[in-house]
């Protein structure tokens, strides 16, 4: 089982264009997505996170039961859902404003135990930042990678909502001894102000950049660097696409029993060109159509 750990909550999606552009409820929040798109590809999934007891976190948890996410483990709480405000531009690319005070997903508090099937434990966004979930979500980072478990990071950088820059990225750095692959967008890349071979030199056994719609690299402890172009698309939005390549790789490494550093360090060069393509097939389905819709199985592929 793939344990995602993070926020969910409701993006507001524009229709138009303009400020007061009418605006969509959409179910969303990268770790969310991230969980979504898991169960649509076929990985036995469950979602580690606190919701809340309003229609909004009634309606995010019936979305993670569709696509077949355990929701057992959930935390539930009286606070109101975090909102996502999206403004999408003209080529589709997506920024956010967020509404988080006093949301349920902040008082996250971490579990005494992940499921006894967990082969591999994802985390990122907003969950990473706000306090006091942050902390909690950091501890149990810590400790599944004390325990040996496969963990993969996407931070998914959302500036607005880190009030000390230099703080966040230092955090960061203090993360990547216990992260086993770290997935990013060049975008996130140039706000943290490192380098893949920095990161790596610090523990992640991979890490794969995103470009957009020009693919993916993925560069390893030994030296290799493997590329894949982006799958051409007429892009609808950007949204969700960066959760869908997170899954998809989660997905792919399953599928190869390639769950762990070991593995990783031994897919070579067609295995991580086959891994690749894979993500960029799912992404660009995603990119396809409005809002976090993430492929399944069947519109995919093998991976």
Same mark, same amino acid.
């Given at each position: 089982?793939?344990?995602?750990?993070?926020?969910?909550?409701? =993006?507001?999606?524009?229709? @138009?264009? @303009?400020?007061?552009? =009418?605006?969509?409820?959409?179910?969303? @929040?990268?770790?969310?997505?991230?969980?979504?798109a898991l169960g649509r590809l076929?990985?036995?999934?469950?979602?580690?996170?606190?919701?809340?007891? =309003?229609?909004? #976190? +009634? /309606?995010?948890? =019936?979305?993670l039961r569709r696509a077949g996410v355990d929701v057992s483990g959930v935390q539930r709480g009286s606070e109101p859902t975090t909102l996502a405000?999206?403004?999408?531009?003209?080529?589709?690319?997506?920024?956010?404003?967020f509404y988080v005070d006093?949301?349920?997903? *902040?008082?996250?508090?971490?579990?005494?135990?992940?499921?006894?099937?967990t082969r591999a434990v994802s985390f990122g966004t907003c969950s990473l930042v706000l306090e006091p979930g942050a902390s909690a979500y950091e501890k149990l980072l810590r400790a599944a990678a004390a325990e040996g478990v496969f963990t993969a990071l996407d931070p998914n950088i959302r500036a607005g909502l880190i009030p000390d820059p230099d703080a966040y990225r230092a955090r960061f750095r203090s993360w990547l001894p216990s992260v086993s692959l770290l997935k990013l967008s060049e975008e996130d890349a140039?706000?943290? #102000?490192?380098?893949? *071979?920095?990161?790596?030199?610090? #523990?992640?056994? /991979? !890490?794969?950049?995103? %470009?957009g719609g020009d693919g993916l690299t993925a560069f390893?402890?030994?030296?290799? +660097? %493997?590329? !894949?172009?982006? +799958?051409?698309?007429?892009?609808v939005d950007t949204i969700g696409a960066g959760d869908t390549v997170n899954a998809a790789l989660l997905h792919g490494l399953a599928v190869r029993d390639a769950l762990?550093? +070991?593995?990783?360090?031994?897919? @070579?060069?067609?295995?991580w060109t086959a891994l690749l393509r894979?993500?960029?097939? /799912?992404?660009?389905?995603?990119c396809s159509r409005p809002g976090a819709e993430p492929p399944y199985a069947s519109e995919v592929g093998e991976p």
């Open positions: 089982m793939i344990v995602v750990a993070g926020e969910a909550l409701i =993006d507001l999606v524009p229709r @138009g264009t @303009g400020a007061l552009a =009418d605006l969509k409820p959409a179910l969303g @929040g990268g770790p969310y997505n991230t969980a979504v076929g990985s036995p999934t469950a979602f580690c996170s606190r919701t809340s007891r =309003d229609a909004f #976190g +009634e /309606a995010l948890l =019936d979305g405000v999206a403004t999408v531009g003209t080529d589709g690319s997506a920024a956010y404003s006093g949301t349920a997903d *902040r008082l996250f508090t971490a579990p005494a135990a992940l499921p006894a099937s140039r706000w943290l #102000g490192g380098t893949p *071979r920095e990161w790596l030199a610090e #523990g992640p056994a /991979a !890490v794969v950049i995103t %470009h390893t402890q030994d030296g290799a +660097e %493997h590329s !894949v172009p982006g +799958e051409k698309v007429t892009v762990s550093r +070991e593995a990783l360090a031994g897919l @070579g060069a067609a295995g894979f993500a960029a097939r /799912a992404a660009a389905i995603t």
